[in-house]
């Protein structure tokens, strides 16, 4: 019930007083370990036999759970873009280059790939490419990625709704979120770590991404209850 019912003092503010929106956000999906498991071990398993084209996507799927990268970027990383510091994102949203870190196992899964990759025939210098020998397409990447999806189970026919690829970016900003959630002054860090590690413009950006898990609304109400206490007491 409106409090304006209740008590005619109290006023009830427009709409749109804090602006409009330009446009509706859609429910983010949050991928289990396990479903992003299971969408890497089908992609391993895609034909046709003693080709790239497996081990691309698989890599390919994998580095953008690890990392949040948006699919655009990681189709047009190249070869020189493996460094022994990271990954070097080149080729922006922003037009703005940066340099992503990646934790142990992921470097030694992406490693693993340029020693098929440099044996394939390719004029190209992609690192991901078709087994043609070109690089990667986005509406391929699409397509191959929802084909995989219908496989597993986490999408229904053509045409319905279902997780997306650009979940797995939301999915990294909440999993590495909930991480420190249990304390206030690591997320405050975190967040903007991690709005520069995603290539935002500003942290605004970043929270765009998040959404609520049962990980950060119980530690969301162990901190609500820890301030309450701590008033009271």
Known sequence: MSPHAEDPRHEVPPADLFGRGS???????IYSREEIRRLIDAAQRLGPDDSIRSLTYATMF????????????????RLTDVTDDGLIIAQTKFKKSRLLPLHTTTRRALDRYPVTRLKAASQSDALFISDQGTPLAYPTVITVFLQIMRSIGLRGAAGSRGPRIHDLRHTFAVRSLERCAHDSQAVARHITALSAYLGH???TDTY?????TPELMARLSAAG?????????
Request: hydrophobic share 45%; net charge positive.
């Open 62 to 77: 994998g580095m953008i759970a690890a990392t949040g990268m948006r699919v655009s970027e990681a189709i047009a990383i």
């Open 225 to 233: 209850e820890t301030l309450h206490l701590g008033v009271t007491a």
């Open 208 to 212: 765009w991404y998040l959404q609520s």
């Open 23 to 29: 446009r509706k956000r859609r429910t983010p999906y």
């Open 201 to 203: 413009a500003h942290v």
